[in-house]
């Protein structure tokens, strides 16, 4: 039975479809586990990719998780940075939130940045929030062997709840 569940899974969490970053009008960090996603936006914005960087922020305003705050409370030179906490605190949240976005400054293309585990159910939830194009990007961490295993059983949770709940 788990051999079945690692291969039934195998391409969506561990071999998700990836995107190579390209120009966009937009960088949008997914929160959560893993925090060298946050540095991998500000690098691809310094790189030119795209001027307006969102940080998604799920912990609060008063985190401290270096690498979330500092950034968010330090001007950036090239780029536009906008951290927000979702809500709610999901992946759907920040899909309303980069609707709203998009809708008012004509966005039509996004690099999003999250965990390789997290891209497909992302992508499958951010393209009913989101008209536009949506470059999927994994964040350059490495996820430790109990990780990917604990990545299964959430994603394959968040999936259930995402097919539930249609909604954006």
């Known amino acids: 039975m788990c051999a079945v569940l690692f291969w039934a899974g195998y391409p969506v969490y561990v071999r998700p479809q990836l995107d ?44 401290d998780i270096d690498e979330v705050r500092e950034p968010c409370h330090t001007p950036q030179r090239g780029f536009t940075l906008e951290c927000f906490a979702p809500d709610p605190s999901t992946t ?26 997290h891209l497909s159910r992302a992508r499958y939830i951010l393209e009913r929030c989101f008209a536009g194009d949506l470059v999927m990007v994994p964040s350059e961490e490495d996820l430790a062997p109990w990780y990917w295993a604990w990545s299964y059983v959430y994603q394959t949770a968040g999936y259930a709840r995402a097919f539930i709940d249609q909604g954006c």
Do not use: C, K
Not at 99 to 106: C, D, I, N, S, T
């Open 92 to 117: 759907v949240g920040e899909g309303r939130v980069l609707r709203q976005l998009a809708a008012e400054r004509g966005w039509h293309t996004v690099i999003v940045i999250t965990m390789r585990p």
């Open 20 to 63: 190579s970053p390209r120009r966009a009008d937009a960088i949008l960090v997914l929160g959560g586990e893993g925090v060298q996603r946050y540095g991998f936006g500000l690098r691809l914005a310094r790189e030119g990719y795209a001027d307006h960087v969102l940080f998604s922020n799920p912990y609060g305003e008063d985190t």
